[in-house]
């Protein structure tokens, strides 16, 4: 009766320090990005963003053509967007290079504008190793919020996801789907500290499907409708 009595107690406590965050949601259908998306192309040199809002093509003439986002269609390889002007078609996991650097990008595009038709890449940019997110990570921001420290920091190796932001650890299982990062469940501790703005933030964004994106200087971003995570090496 005893050993049931600790038992009981055990399991108590231990419920007052975790608490697991659900699982994370599939991403949202539609065709609409939770990021923004960025493509770019040389020989001419012309850019291409989207934002879940509209398409937005520029060239090196100062060229500008915006027009509503459709709905993309899924395919086997990618995605596809056909706007009246302008028709884009994302090759995901051909690794793409811009002609110009060492840089290369996630995906291979191809987009026509009023009939005319240019390649390039798309994506973040994938520095180093290839872009990989294994590894130890400073985080550099929770949404607007700049923060720095011993307390901030993520890991993410084999699967499994390991950090704190600022007061609480958190750890869980991650996997990687194209250029998305799912993660969760994921479990965090629950002690109370003065300020934990940044990481309810990331708590909010870690149970999302997260975008993954490169910078030039090889920041890493996870981003979705919840906000975004800047990661540095």
């Known amino acids: ?11 108590v406590s231990l419920s007052a320090c975790e608490t697991m965050m659900p699982p994370a949601a599939p991403p949202p259908m539609g065709g609409e990005m939770a990021a923004t998306y960025r493509a770019s192309g ?19 003439d100062g060229q500008r053509v915006a027009e509503a986002q459709p709905r993309a269609i899924h395919g086997f390889a990618g995605d596809i ?3 009246r002007r302008i028709n884009l078609n994302i090759i995901h996991g051909q690794r793409c290079s811009d002609g110009m650097s060492d840089r290369t990008y996630p995906d291979k595009v191809q987009v026509s504008v009023d009939g005319r038709r240019y390649e390039g890449c798309g994506g973040g940019v994938e520095m180093g190793a290839v872009g990989s997110v294994e590894g130890d990570w400073n985080v550099l921001a929770v949404g607007k919020q700049l923060v720095s420290g011993d307390t901030y920091k993520l890991s993410l190796a084999g699967g499994r996801l390991s950090g704190q932001f600022g007061c609480n650890r958190m750890s869980g299982p991650y996997r990687i789907e194209r250029q998305t990062l799912v993660a969760g469940p994921v479990v965090a501790t629950r002690m109370a500290c003065a300020d934990m703005r940044a990481e309810t933030e990331a708590g909010r964004i870690l149970m999302q499907p997260m975008r993954m994106a490169w910078t030039e200087r090889g920041d890493l971003i996870l981003s979705n409708e919840a906000g975004e995570i800047r990661l540095s090496r």
């Open 1 to 11: 009766m005893k050993r049931f009595a600790l038992l009981a107690v055990a399991a």
């Open 81 to 83: 967007y056909q706007g």
């Open 42 to 60: 040389t020989e001419p040199f012309w850019g291409l963003t989207l934002d879940g809002r509209q398409m937005v093509f520029t060239d090196v």
